[in-house]
């Protein structure tokens, strides 16, 4: 596993290689302006047959403490009474993705210094989902439940599309499946029609502190692309013979 270090070689490549899952953010404001620029580019996310299966609910303000106020509160006292309407994780998780999502346990735990058997704090942290993290702005994004797989493809590419949009403008954010959940919630509440289907939240903000250093690695480029017909050396054979270039990280 390796992490962003030397991988971005141009402005678009450092926005994608930069991003990362902010989970703190100041509460300073931002306008709808800027959301409403980040929306009108991710639009242009590509999908199957053009269909744009996407739809959001941007909050902010009193809107948004409404629905982080009603998700805490179920969250703190029923959350086995609710249940996402679609699953996330496969119940039996396989390699390397089991050894993968603990790897993330230990890392994202442990930089919170949070012991991954004490399920209190483990709790009291999902919480923090449902402030959005402490964003000025958070989104719900939804998709009609009648289309099929292929529309979670497009709809993944749009969300990647407003998460590097914000990056775009300076800002941060993180997406949320843990939103979910709590359909039952937000459907009355933001009016969502029956055949949405509540797919995860967004945060978006200022990061509250300077970051330094990606927190979770990446599986180096061998362990998931194979390669066939190139007669030219890869990067890391030339990085081999050329150690003076080698990335430090
Ligand atoms: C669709 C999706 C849903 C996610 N849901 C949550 C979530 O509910 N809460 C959370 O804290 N992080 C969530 N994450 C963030 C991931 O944990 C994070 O992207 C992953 O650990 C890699 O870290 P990085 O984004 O900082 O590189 C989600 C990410 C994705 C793509």
Redesign the pocket.
Known sequence: MTGAGAAAQNRIDEIIAG?????DFSGEPVGRGTIEQILRVARFAPSGANIQPWHVYVLAGAAKDRVSAAVRKAHETARDAHVSEYS?YASDLPEPYLQRRQE?GRL?YGSLGIAQTDSDARSA??A??YAF?GAPIGLIVTIDRRLQVGSWLDL?MF??NVLLAAAGHGLQS??????SKYHGILRPLLSIPAEQMV???ISIGRARHQITG???P?ADIAEFASFAGFKEQSATQMERTRPWEAETN
């Open positions: 991003r990362f899952a902010c989970r996330y993330f994202f942290q999902t923090k989902n993290f993944g969300v990647q993180c997406p949320q499946e843990t939103f797919v995860c939240g990606r927190l979770m990446r």
